[in-house]
Nanobody, 121 residues
Framework: QVQLVESGGGLVQPGGSLRLSCAAS????????MGWYRQAPGKERELVAR???????NYVDSVKGRFTISRDNAKNTVYLQMNSLKPEDTAVYYC???????????????WGQGTLVTVSS
């Protein structure tokens, strides 16, 4: 069974840093895109950052210059380094991946269970 497992959320003061990790486990043939979304209370889920297999990245404007997404293809893992955190970054962060299991000819979209990031003094 293929799944995404996240870690790294928690409580941090404004201006602080956190690093989120998301590992795709199971029998996987390839992963095209990995990314992070977030959903704050009362708001819609939004794309924070994504990275494709070749290394190209995209960020939502509000995190540019503060967040960095990276991936380790050998470990099927994506990271989100979050610096200079602000209270408005408080949200549940979800990992997302488009991947092809070895048992399938098609790509599937998977979501992680979510990890809470709280930025507060």
């Amino acid at each position: 069974q293929v799944q995404l497992v996240e870690s790294g959320g928690g409580l941090v003061q404004p201006g602080g840093s956190l690093r989120l990790s998301c590992a795709a486990s199971g029998s996987i043939d390839s992963i095209s895109v990995m990314g992070w979304y977030r959903q704050a209370p009362g708001k819609e889920r939004e794309l924070v950052a994504r990275i494709i297999s070749g290394g190209s990245t995209n960020y939502v404007d509000s995190v540019k210059g503060r967040f960095t997404i990276s991936r380790d293809n050998a470990k099927n893992t994506v990271y989100l380094q979050m610096n200079s955190l602000k209270p408005e970054d408080t949200a549940v962060y979800y990992c997302n991946a488009n991947l092809r299991p070895r048992s399938s000819f098609t790509y599937l979209e998977l979501w992680g269970q979510g990890t809470l990031v709280t930025v507060s003094s």
